[in-house]
């Protein structure tokens, strides 16, 4: 069955399924919205095999069409990341933020979140990215209980503080 | 030094006449100095707003040497700071700043728009455009990371008020390398570990370093060989722990742990057979007092032989600061520098090495 734009009513022809501390997450997208968001699609000439190579690279795993997502600032892409080692600029952290998880995660034994310093002006994000962390701990707790309706409620808490509410604890505990 | 300056935006060269002798690290009374060379702790920040270094253009680089170029720095750099356009500098210059361990060795080999800024007692040093926009780094002798911290975060606190560091709530201080994300600290200890390497315990020391999760390089850091017992301890991992519990753990913990090895290494070749440690302890003394060839790498290694003898007062009339002081005016072009050769084209400098040698221990 053909899915619809998660932004239109288009049909998506892009689709990926991302997995977010446990939650997953799926993504469906016209042309035109993924685009936007900094996919990159194939053509039926030339740098469609180009996009072949890297993605065989990259192992994004999507449905057809196959996709390769760049950093809309600096153009960046995964494969180039794995190749040089280096990212292109500080947005590629929000554009990979799975696959540099994975990378990340795997480097630093395990770890997979900042704890100490921050700048002043982030004070809210780490408030936040505190929250979120908490959250999902909870969620998967609620998942291993079989205690779905709690799980739904903290699930939508998580959809709302990514959505920009503030940083509460409300309603979150059983 | 060309293209020095003690004026952010004066790019007028600076005479190399000026630039110090020595490393400015005065050892004399150093915690752990007989076993720690010297301590140093680096934080890796960069700006909001422009790509990396590596996907960065020249002219993006040169907005980020000037924007930081324009912000005050505080701490060991309040009385007086030393700019020096890098790009504009001999390769002789480089290196030299290299072996006082200002710089990295990848700063000295690239092409591309750079600056450092040196605290005028050189126990300090922010490089622009290294891997990542800011490279800042504070070295002390001996074991202090602890007060080293305190002034590196004091840095870091009145820069953020100039400048806008690039950070995500999961990953922390955003950097070129995704492995050094997070807290972007690395915490080093240079270690002088001549007992161990006679006993032949070094493996075990490579080995506990692994374990606990640690890298160990050579003498100049990153990329470089060990020389004359002196190995770098420094943090793999910045993600997750808080730069305090890091260096708390490296200051009661980790250094301690190699100290303790190599001091009980000292006490077991004192006790075994003393006439022989004295040997080689004298015999590495009196080759660097009378050889009119010496190449650098052994020069290190009997500066090193020596430099136990000093810490066991096996030997009275050299101080451990002596020693540290020509580990450093040893190298190339330092040698270059206080005997006014050019550095390279194959030029032996063997001579001038040992003649130096010779003059500082008479």
Known sequence: MSRSCDSCSTPAVVHETIVTDGVKTEVHLCAAHAQQRGYILPTATGPALVVGKLLAHAQVHASAPRVVKSCPTCATTMASVRESGLVGCPDCYRQFEEELGAVISRAQAGASVHVGRHP????????????????????????????????????????????????TESGTSS | MNG???????????????????????????????????SRIRLARNLVGFAFVNRASPQQLSDVVHRVQSTKLSGPFESGVRWVNVQATTAADRLLLFERNLISKPFVEALHPRCVAMSTDETSSVMVNEEDHLRMQMLAPGLQLQPLAERMFALDTSLERGLEFAFHPRFGYLTACPTNVGTGIRVSA??????????????????????????????????????????QVS???????????????????????????????????????????????????????????????????????VRLGVALGRIRDIPLTLIDRLLTEVQPAHLSRATGCELGNGRDDRVQRAEAVRGALR
């Open chain 1, 120 to 167: 002043t002006h982030a004070a809210n994000l780490v408030d936040r990215a505190a929250m979120r962390n908490k959250l999902a701990s909870e969620l998967r707790e609620a998942i291993a209980r079989e205690e779905y309706m709690r799980a739904a409620k903290i699930r939508d808490r998580m959809i709302a503080l990514n959505e920009g509410e503030p940083a």
């Open chain 2, 4 to 38: 020095a300056s003690d004026h952010p935006h004066d790019d007028a060269p600076e005479d190399p006449a000026r630039m110090p002798a020595i490393l400015g690290l005065d050892g004399g009374e150093a915690p752990c100095l007989d076993c720690v060379l010297s």
């Open chain 2, 190 to 231: 240079m270690l002088h570990l001549p007992a161990l390497h006679m006993l032949e315990e070094l493996e075990k020391v490579q080995r506990s370093a692994k374990e606990l999760n640690l890298a160990v390089r050579g003498f100049h850091g990153e990329g470089t060989d060990a020389l004359g017992d002196f190995f």
């Open chain 2, 235 to 305: 943090n793999q991992t910045t993600l997750g722990r808080s730069e305090h519990d890091l260096v708390e753990e490296f200051t009661e913990q980790i250094v301690p742990r190699f100290i303790e090895y190599e001091r009980a290494s000292r006490r077991a070749l004192v006790e075994r057979d003393v006439a022989s440690l004295d040997d080689r302890v004298y015999r590495a003394l009196g080759i660097l007092r009378s050889s009119r060839l010496l190449a650098l790498d052994e020069s290190i290694k009997f500066l090193s032989r």
